[in-house]
Nanobody
């Protein structure tokens, strides 16, 4: 089992930046591929970014490519999501997820462990 806690959400103006962090406890962090997802009311939770155990393989949703960067620090047991050039449509609750596999997973059902989420609101 791994426990995940997100932080770093908040209110920002369009064009601004935020960095989310997700800190893991429990099992060895480097066993897990990690992902970031987001969800707005009435919509499905959608994939944002994923990173492999080692950090060498990364995937992004098309909607965030070039603006968001996922990274991880296996010493600090933390995965980050740097979000730049934020848009109002990025407003959502952001969740981190973990799965005991090598490669980043792109679908919600592939992840067994989830954090509680952190709200990101981008004003226009």
């Amino acid at each position: 089992q791994v426990q995940l806690v997100e932080s770093g959400g908040g209110l920002v103006q369009a064009g601004g930046s935020l960095r989310l962090a997700c800190t893991a406890s429990g099992r060895t962090f480097s066993y897990y591929a990690m992902g970031w997802f987001r969800q707005t009311p009435g919509r499905e939770r959608e994939f944002v970014a994923g990173i492999s155990r080692s950090g060498n393989s990364i995937s992004y949703a098309d909607s965030v490519k070039g603006r968001f960067t996922i990274s991880r620090d296996n010493v600090k047991n933390t995965v980050y999501l740097q979000m730049n050039s934020l848009k109002p449509e990025d407003t959502a609750v952001y969740y981190c997820a973990a799965e005991a596999t090598v490669s980043p997973q792109l679908v919600r059902s592939a992840y067994n462990f989830w954090g509680q989420g952190t709200q990101v609101t981008v004003s226009s």
